[in-house]
């Protein structure tokens, strides 16, 4: 039995393994250009980091849904949902989240293009442990 940490954990390790993202680097990099950030600001920062990742992780389950890899019904709704994001972005957010949807919308979308385009699925093929993680982290999700 995984623990909702384990299961972030995973959700993780699949997002840099499927592919790496310059966008949390330079969140980081930023963060660390401003030592004296006000509560707000951090959280903010925080939250940013978050929605990038979560974002990343939708494009990647709609890649696999694309590809075949992923069943629509196999846990991805758990995974990639608004309350899924809620939970995954925190509570104690006090930013506006009226844009976030469109961007989660956007990201399925970018997702399911990159499976149309020729050849873009043979990385299931050369990396079937990307497939194996993805379903795992699926069907982990689907029981929840």
Do not use: W
């Not at 963060?31 to 974002?55: C, G, H, N, V, W």
């Amino acid at each position: 039995m995984h623990t909702g940490e384990t299961m972030k954990k995973e959700i993780c390790v699949l997002a840099v393994a499927l592919a790496l993202t310059a966008v949390v680097p330079a969140a980081k990099a930023q963060q660390a250009d401003t030592p004296k950030q006000s509560l707000s600001a951090k959280i903010k920062q925080k939250y940013l980091e978050r929605r990038a990742r979560f974002m990343h992780r939708v494009k990647e389950v709609y890649f696999a849904v694309g590809c075949k890899v992923l069943a629509r019904e196999a846990g991805i709704q758990s995974l990639t949902s608004s309350d899924s994001y809620l939970a995954y972005v925190g509570e104690q957010t006090i930013v506006d989240l009226k844009d976030d949807e469109a961007l989660r919308q956007a990201a399925m979308q970018e997702g399911l293009n990159r499976a149309a385009k020729p050849g873009e699925c043979d990385y299931y093929r050369r990396h079937p442990q990307a497939a194996a993680a993805i379903r795992q982290a699926a069907a982990e999700a689907a029981k929840k």
